[in-house]
Structure formats: C-alpha cells, structure tokens
C-alpha cells in the first residue's frame, strides 16, 4: 500500500499568510494526487486534483505542484475561510489512502 | 444539481450489522465509480472501498475486508455498505463520494453529507 505523510501535522498562521503543505508519498504515484479541504460538520471539498489542476470553482489562491513523490499545497493568502483540516489522497492505486491530515488554525 | 444522501447509520452494539445507502441524484450514476470513506472522532479521513460502475471491480481497505461489503444498484441510483461484525473502532461518519472520473484525475468531486455509524454496547 502506498503511504501518504503530511507535514506539518498542525500549523498556526495569521489572515494574509502564505502557507505550504507537503505531502510525500512512499512510493512514486507520478501527478496522481488530490488536495481536500474539511472543515468540522461539513462535508471535505475537492480543491485541486492531478496535483495541480483547481478545481472549478476553488479561489485561485490555492495551487498545487509536485509530481512522483513530493507534493505542495500552498495557499497565497489566507482568508478567515481557509482555516481547516486539508488532506492529500493518491490516486495511483487502490487503497486511495489519504494523508494524515495538517489542521491550520489562526494565530 | 449532483446530490448523494447517506442513510442507515445509528447506535449498533459490537458483533452487529448495519446496512448503510446512499441516494445519488443529478448525475447519471452508472457513468461513475463510487467509494466509501470515513471519519473516527477525532481522526483523519481513511478510504474504505471503492466500486466501479458495473461492479465488476471492487476494493477494500485491510481494515474492513472481509466484513464489510460493498455494492450498487443502478436501476435505483444507489450505492450500499453492508457492514457486519462491526467493532467500536468502526465508530465514524460515514461519507459516500463520487469518483469524478479521467476529468477529475480520479478524484472524488461530490461527497455526500455523511451518517454516523456508532458501536457501542
């Protein structure tokens, strides 16, 4: 099974705040990876899928880069509604796992 | 517009079965392949199975295979989890998610709003 790692795990930053997530995957998965967004007593939302491609409808301060192992979420600018749970999944093989999840809170 | 409403989820003690459904809606559902994932208090979200559209092909995770089962109808728009010799640690929302297809990467752009399947005695 492929195994996703997110760090960090948790991040405090302030609103206006660039922010970056990596997730690395212990085997290469090439651009097979998607970005979530989950925030408590909703439902996780698609941001960015085949590494890099937005979502349609995703504000484009989110964007996202990497290909075969190592992979970023970053975020240009943070907004009071950006603080969530983001999770990353690889596509490449069943099981689909996710990434552990990096909580970002406000400082 | 796309919707998938779970349902089924409730208190079962531990050894019990549930049968959870998700109602799909606003798409054609038998062009897309569906997964099932969770969430336990307090932890991430972990991927369950997945089904294809004629299910033909099916996966689970290590952590549920060979108690739970997955299936679809799609003459009734819907996709089920039948799960049995359920343990408290199974204790979780339960989502159902569409799998968008080649134009999402694979990747799940729906998700329904989720049930919450809690094992306890």
């Known amino acids: 099974d492929i195994q996703l790692t997110q760090s960090p795990s948790f991040l405090s930053a302030s609103v206006g705040d660039r922010v970056t997530i990596t997730c690395r995957a212990s085997?290469?998965?090439?651009?097979?990876l998607a970005w979530y967004q989950h925030k408590p007593g909703e439902v996780p939302k698609l941001l960015i899928y085949a590494a890099s491609t937005l979502q349609s409808g995703v504000p484009s301060r989110f964007s996202g880069s990497g290909s075969g192992a190592a992979f970023t979420l970053t975020i240009s600018g943070l907004q009071p509604e950006d603080f969530a749970t983001y999770y990353c999944?690889?596509?490449?093989?069943?099981?689909?796992?996710f990434g552990q999840g990096t909580k970002v809170e406000i400082k | 517009q796309v919707q998938l409403v779970e349902s089924g989820g409730g208190l079962v003690k531990p050894g019990g079965s549930l049968r959870l459904s998700c109602a799909a809606s606003?798409?054609?559902?038998?062009?897309?392949?569906m997964s099932w994932i969770r969430q336990a208090p307090g932890k991430g979200l972990e991927w369950l199975s997945y089904i294809s559209n004629s299910d033909n092909s099916i996966y689970y995770a290590d952590s549920v295979k060979g108690r739970f089962t997955i299936s679809r109808d799609n003459a009734k728009n819907s996709l089920y989890l039948q799960m049995d010799s359920l343990r408290a640690e199974d204790t979780a929302v339960y989502y159902c998610a569409r799998d968008g297809g080649r134009y999402s990467g694979r990747s799940y752009d729906y998700w329904g709003q989720g049930t919450l399947v809690t094992v306890s005695s």
């Open positions: 085997q290469g998965i090439g651009t097979y």
């Open positions: 606003g798409f054609t559902f038998n062009d897309h392949y």
């Open positions: 999944q690889q596509l490449d093989s069943y099981p689909r796992t």
